[in-house]
């Protein structure tokens, strides 16, 4: 690893000699999923060294000069890197990485994947996503390895069920936070804060009915519907910017009850405002109303849905706005239905109702849960499997058991939300 480091070292690239750096010191702490993380890393370090040869071979092949030393040279480093790997396989490794072994895979996809596509998107915008890019030229890897760092810890406290029902609201929180404090510290004239483009107001609403409007722009409608793909609906109770304030507010009020008149809005309601965004977009569009304009509009619906949080979902413990107003919340819920993901309940429930009081999307009650599924509300928010104490509530995948179903389920989500912590800006 000091290897590695010393030749990004030489090709003046900090950020990613320090995440290497960083990385080999975390041995100290014997964590299981470093191990892992050292595998990945060294193999990857594999391929930088054999590329390196390559290019190295070719320019001196090009300019008539000595190479055969230099490629056995380099093949030495490939070799010893090699048995470095090995050595990390080996029995003995095994025994000294012994923290927390149980969740050290699962930490350790976390770890990879969020590493694996937040230098993906580094690599392909075209302009310094990341914010020490933007502030700090070329220590991008820096961040992408702290992000990761921070994913793997969330993750390994979100693999039990409690952790999760803990761990959930705060990062999603944390998500907004962030989101609206880049935002706003952007619009006050730190411009670095923000992505290039056309601002746009952060109403969910405007994931549709935006492209409706400018018949261009399907950036954040893409990436809902991708991240719909990867998790089904937990866009609604994981990753929505606005989604957050409506969960803080619920939890202001009392434990939720579920609510029969609630859930047919479910439906209608958020049908409703579906309906009402669309026609709304295509009449501006048809009438020639600049976005200027049309922004107002957007604004209205958005302080609408904030006086939904604030008032009623606060007054009743329930996230009134999310399921029954936003219309992307309905969209994410019928899209759902595509994703192989969902929340089933076992033969064996004792109907205790403990899940009834932790669902505050109002998707539990006695019938559904005598049917085994919760209600078209659902978000896979994953709070009734840690408040049944009779283990009938679970994460179902094909072909997967429910424990393995729940840690592939945490890892994609919580990678995803690292991604989108990573470039949270407009």
């Known amino acids: 690893m000091s290897f590695l480091a010393a030749h990004l070292l030489r090709q003046g690239d900090f950020g990613l000699m320090t995440a290497f750096l960083a990385l080999a010191g975390l041995m100290t702490t014997r964590q299981a999923w470093v191990r892992w993380g050292m595998v990945a890393a060294l193999v990857w370090g594999g391929f930088i060294w054999a590329d390196t040869t390559v290019h190295l071979v070719h320019f001196r092949q ?32 095994s025994s000294f990485f012994s923290v927390a072994r149980d969740s050290s895979l699962g930490r350790t996809a976390i770890f990879v994947l969020t590493i694996m596509g937040l230098a993906l998107a580094r690599a392909k915008v075209p302009f310094p996503i990341l914010l020490a890019d933007r502030y700090l030229p070329g220590w991008g890897w820096a961040e992408i390895f702290a992000l990761g760092l921070y994913a793997q810890w969330i993750g390994g406290r979100m693999m039990k069920p409690r952790g999760h029902r803990m761990v959930r609201p705060r990062i999603w929180a944390l998500f907004s936070a962030v989101f609206f404090l880049q935002l706003a510290l952007g619009l006050l004239g730190m411009e670095q ?15 549709f009915g935006g492209p409706v409007f400018r018949g261009t722009g399907f950036f954040m409608l893409i990436l809902f519907s991708v991240t719909i ?10 990753l929505c910017y606005i989604g957050a304030w409506d969960d803080s507010l619920s939890r202001l009020g009392p434990r939720p009850a579920p609510k029969e008149g609630l859930r047919r809005l479910s439906l209608w309601g958020r049908g409703a405002t579906l309906v009402l965004t669309i026609m709304t977009a295509v009449v501006l569009r048809s009438m020639g109303i600049p976005g200027s304009s049309a922004i107002v ?9 904030v006086g939904i949080m604030a008032f009623v979902s606060r007054k009743m413990g329930m996230m009134t706005h999310c399921t029954t107003f936003c219309p992307m919340g309905l969209v994410a819920n019928i899209l759902g239905k595509i994703s192989p993901w969902r929340i089933r309940i076992g033969s064996d429930c004792t109907r205790c109702g403990a ?8 998707a539990l009650d006695e019938s559904r849960v005598t049917l085994g599924r919760p209600a078209l509300s659902c978000t896979l928010c994953g709070d009734c499997v840690s408040a049944c104490a009779h283990k009938q509530i ?33």
Do not use: K
């Open 62 to 93: 090009a300019f008539d000069l000595p190479w055969r030393r230099l490629a056995v040279i380099m093949t030495g480093l490939i070799v010893f890197n090699g048995f470095a790997v090995m050595a990390l396989l080996s029995q003995r490794a």
């Open 193 to 207: 804060m923000l992505m290039t483009g056309t601002l746009h107001l952060p109403v969910p609403a405007l994931i």
């Open 229 to 238: 793909f990867l998790v089904g609906p937990a866009w609604c109770s994981h």
């Open 297 to 305: 509009f957007a604004m209205f619906f958005g302080l609408l849905g």
């Open 355 to 362: 899940c009834y009081t932790r669902c505050r999307y109002n």
């Open 394 to 426: 679970g994460y179902s995948f094909p072909g997967l058991s429910g424990e393995n179903a729940r840690t592939l389920f945490i890892v994609l989500v919580v990678t995803l939300h690292a991604i989108f912590l990573g470039v949270a800006r407009i």
